[in-house]
């Protein structure tokens, strides 16, 4: 429950806050004033607006003239500009401003013809009579280069200053809760430079025994909460105007400031360039129209992939080496220039775009470096890129590093690809091997049984192959073999795993397929080798096959259609070759 703010509200002991609530005002401004006989301190005078209430709340417990110390935090207008007010009012010789040499500079500037008292120069440390002493932590750059605030050691109050202040929508004297930070965050992203700064702020704060702390701006925290705020500034992320962008509404900064240090975090974070475009387009489609965003990054031996969308991020080669891309008059001025452009364009490489859109393009390395990459990011239609451009510029220097990191990755993918090939596949013919047909073959089985379709194998060998060694050389018939492997690709299915079982022998694994499917797709292989033209020395060589068809039946393994399907290829060889033999259906 708040106190009533019409009077003064008593701290600790002789310690008042004497502010004013100002209505409709997210910066108040706070007042205090320690109670000190002829030796009374007034923190933080306040603004020419409030000093009426602070008056008379002074009078509530001293004569004005009884204020012999005026501590000015710093210089701002809202802490000193009631200051004339009270020296024409009460008027003392021998009153004192407290405050640090850089405020100082300025100060002198209101014509006060008061002395000042520097902390700096009396060990940061002021003896009031009866025994009270106050302390002084100097905190540079929060948010002023000369910023100080005040401890009392006999209460265990903070005078903070503005650190820990904060913008609020409705005027509360003390914090409730730890909601209260909520309130802080934005104060602090706004005013403090940076954390580092702020987090050297908060050690030397912490070297003291708060027990309250009365900011100048937001709410007083008591000792319940003091820890937790002042953890949770630890953690806080600071500088909003550092942020790559304008925006003249505090919180709306905040929000962007939150999304883009979360966004920034992911980045250094994430391991491959798919997160990256996934977190970056979460963010830029918050704060601008963006419809997607592509990066483009190439490996070690300079082939390029697009790896981008919107949302879930989609990689693909596009089989085009970098320097096609630096040729394109789109992407060329970003090799050239290397700075972040804008252009308009219905096309980016490999990808067509429905009508021309404006297009943010950013070369991904640090300013006049060559890019280790390139981002695109594409707006929706209607909109330009003026909201995106600045984060771009911003963030390309650490974008340029993961594309580096990426190139590696894909490096590390094509060599993985390239020994699973060599594993997997027949090199000579690019179909599988017996070692792939042995693992991959028993899956489409036992899937086949689980879900109930059909399944069938085909057994191929190419008819009087000895002969074709023998009279063409075994060069011609390694050519042969390749070549009918690649007829064999072309035709299959993705689904269905070609296998070169050995020699001049193929074994095809047909999932989804019945004994009628299997025997029309073999009747096409069949064909198109019979009427191919083979010419592996310049002279054509006349080539058949031949293939003998076996379906899954209930209880097969995968040798016992492999062996039935044999059967069939020895009956169509036996019955004059380059044809087709199938199984006869099981009869219950």
Known sequence: MNPDTSKSVRLAENIYWVGNEIPDDQFQCHVY?????????????????????????????????????????????DITGAVDFLLREAPRQDRIIICHWRTEALLVHYDWHLPFYRPEDHGWKLKLAGGRELRFLFLPYLHFPGAICTFDERSGI????????????????????????????????????????LNHGIREIEKYPVEIIAPQHGSIIRENLVNPMIQKLKALDCGLFLMPVYQNNILELSRINSLYRTMMKALVTGVRMQDTVEKMWEFLSTVAPVESLFFYVWNEAGMVYRIGGAGKAVEKELGIPVESLRKTPLFAPLFRDREVMTVVSDTIP??????????????????????????????????????????????????????????????????????????????????????????????????????????????????????????????????????????????LR?????????????????????????????????????????????????????????????????????????????????????????????TN
């Open 33 to 77: 004033l320690i109670v000190n006989g002829e030796e009374s301190v007034l923190i933080d005078p306040g603004s020419r607006i409030t000093w009426p209430e602070t008056r008379k709340k002074i009078m509530e417990h001293i004569p004005l003239e009884s204020i012999k110390y005026l501590i000015c935090h710093h210089q701002d207008p």
């Open 158 to 197: 903070l005078f903070s200053s503005d650190v820990f202040g904060a913008f609020t929508e409705t005027f509360r004297l003390f914090a409730e809760n730890e909601s209260y930070f909520e309130q802080m965050k934005p104060f602090h992203e706004h005013y403090m430079p940076g954390s580092e700064i």
């Open 350 to 491: 490999g990808l067509a775009l429905p009508d021309k859109r404006k297009i943010c393009l950013a070369p991904l390395a640090a300013h006049g470096t060559l890019p280790n990459g390139i981002a695109a990011v594409i707006m929706k239609p209607g909109h330009d890129t003026a909201a995106v451009t600045p984060f771009m510029d911003e963030i390309r220097p650490t974008l340029g590093a993961i594309s580096k990191r990426e190139e590696a990755f894909l490096m590390v993918e094509q060599e993985r690809e390239q020994f699973y090939r060599r594993a997997v596949l027949d090199m000579l013919t690019g179909l599988y091997n017996r070692y792939y047909m042995n693992a991959e073959g028993v899956k489409e089985v036992q899937k086949a049984v689980r879900y109930g379709y059909p399944l069938s194998v085909a057994m191929m060998d190419i008819d009087h192959f000895k002969t074709v060694n023998d009279t063409h050389g075994h060069p011609a018939g390694d050519e042969i073999l390749e070549q009918i492997g690649h007829l064999i690709r072309q035709i």
């Open 494 to 586: 993705d689904v269905d795993i070609p296998v070169r079982y050995g020699g001049e022998e193929f074994l095809l694994i047909l999932p989804h397929t019945g004994i009628s499917g299997a025997t029309k797709l073999a009747e096409r292989i069949l064909n198109r080798i019979s009427f191919y033209t083979f010419r592996p020395s310049g002279i054509p060589v006349p080539v058949t096959v031949s293939i003998g068809i076996a379906a899954m039946r209930p209880g097969d393994t995968l040798a016992d259609m492999i062996q039935r399907a044999d059967r069939e290829l020895y009956r169509a060889k036996e019955t004059g070759r380059n044809r087709v033999c199938t199984e006869s259906p099981v």
